[in-house]
């Protein structure tokens, strides 16, 4: 091509190209020049399909790994794509829908393989350029002269080019998206099989390697409700899914499952305790937290989500974030109300009879002298009292349930039943 003719062109197609709009000059004598040269175009196709695959795989890594996989496949696509592009230039109306229809199968269907669109739209330009030197080039050989009339075009070319571009990213974002949905949507479901119980035992290594957690090792669940339940992932209540725990044991990591009533979290803990959990989590002012005892692989998240709720229900407003472990006593009352019902009603009956008053003040001393560990001086001091009044509220206690604070089977019933009258509705 001579030097002037590739200065006028550079000139024109920089604009369109970089997506400004240009109005067309092409009259009736410069579209017959570009219908002419474009119907030889389409006649050596399979030589410019050649051409535009080989500068893919020479210029841009992301193709030559699709072509590694699969060679056909891309050369199938780029003939296809010049064939209606071409053909959009000679009959617009037969031909345009067809070629976008085409360039947004491309868009999804690279988008599914994980081709980046940075290189999917360079292929695009990169056919676009091959069109255009190829009606630049089909022109010079059969009327040198015509080529001033086809430069008119280079506007309408590539307009469509860049149109064609900006529809085949629509397509590869719109399929990430739906993509992302059915990822997050698999995880989800996954998560939620997990802690019910459900995963069977055949898909639990595909399972762990979707969630990226070991098959077997150490776990933990915790269940988080109240003030923001159902919000996993708001950085103002609970991290989101996967996040790792900044500033904690090495290896500890939850996921994050978001019901309408509680935040459930499969904890991978390493080499953690479940302690080491309960304190990594946020719990926001009003919300509750238990933490289940450590459980041997994904196998058993169902039965570590069990022990997560039955340690949720030992919560009170005083103590709001419960680690199961710490707390078995309390867990074992609330596991079974109507037990829990009757043992407090076996040896707390004739204590709960009297006055409100008079009530509230024998429980409150018994309770405060068990967590000072039998020590009359110290409940006394935590109620604003002298030891001699603990000790006579102890006996009036003792008179009362015909229970002795001094045996050992006495005391673990009393405490168990205080347990339950505390965390048992009614």
């Known amino acids: 091509m001579q030097p002037e003719v590739l200065s006028r062109v550079r000139t024109l197609d920089g604009p369109a190209a970089q997506g400004r709009p240009v109005r067309s000059r092409a009259d009736s004598a410069a579209l017959a020049v570009l219908h002419r040269a474009a119907r030889v175009l389409i006649e050596d196709l399979p030589g410019l399909t050649d051409r535009l695959v080989n500068y893919l795989r020479e210029r841009e890594p992301a193709y030559r790994a699709a072509l590694d996989a699969d060679a056909d496949d891309v050369w199938q696509e780029a003939h296809r794509a010049l064939r209606y592009n071409v053909g959009s230039l000679m009959r617009p109306r037969q031909f345009r829908e067809t070629a976008r229809r085409c360039t947004w199968d491309i868009g999804v269907h690279r988008a599914q393989q994980g081709v980046p669109l940075d290189a999917v739209q360079h292929a695009f330009r990169r056919g676009g350029a091959l069109v255009w030197q190829g009606l630049i080039e089909e022109t010079e050989r059969r009327a040198f002269d015509d080529v001033r009339l086809l430069v008119h075009c280079a506007a309408d070319v590539w307009n469509f080019v860049d149109e064609h571009c900006a529809l ?23 998560t939620e099989a997990l802690l019910a119980g459900a995963t069977r035992v055949a898909d639990l290594p595909d399972v762990a390697r979707a969630l990226e957690l070991p098959e077997d090792g150490r776990y933990a669940v915790a269940v988080l409700t109240g003030r923001g339940a159902g919000a996993a992932g708001d950085p103002g209540h609970a991290p989101g899914p996967g996040v790792r725990l900044p500033e904690r044991p090495a290896g500890l990591r939850a996921l994050w499952h978001a019901d309408a009533d509680a935040d459930r979290a499969i904890a991978a803990l390493g080499d953690a305790a479940p302690g080491d959990l309960a304190r990594a989590l946020p719990v926001p002012p009003g919300a509750r937290l238990g933490v289940s005892t450590v459980v041997r692989g994904l196998a058993a998240l169902g039965d570590a989500r069990k022990l997560a709720e039955t340690a949720l229900r030992c919560a009170t407003d005083t103590t709001p974030v419960v680690v199961l472990g710490d707390h078995l006593p309390a867990a074992l009352t609330v596991s079974s109300p109507a037990l829990g019902a009757a043992l407090t009603d076996s040896v707390l009956g004739p204590l709960l009879a009297l006055d409100p008053g008079d009530r509230d003040v024998l429980l409150q001393t018994l309770t405060v002298w068990l967590e000072c560990d039998g020590s009359a001086p110290k409940a006394g001091a935590r109620l604003y009292c002298h030891r001699n009044t603990v000790l006579n509220r102890l006996r009036r206690c003792e008179q009362l349930t015909g229970h002795s604070l001094s045996r050992p089977a006495d005391l673990v019933q009393l405490s168990l039943a205080l347990t339950a009258h505390r965390l048992l509705p009614g």
Request: aromatic share 8%; charged share 45%.
């Open 168 to 190: 085949v990213a629509d397509a590869y974002r719109e399929t990430e998206r739906q993509l992302a949905w059915r990822r997050d949507n698999a995880r989800r479901l996954m």
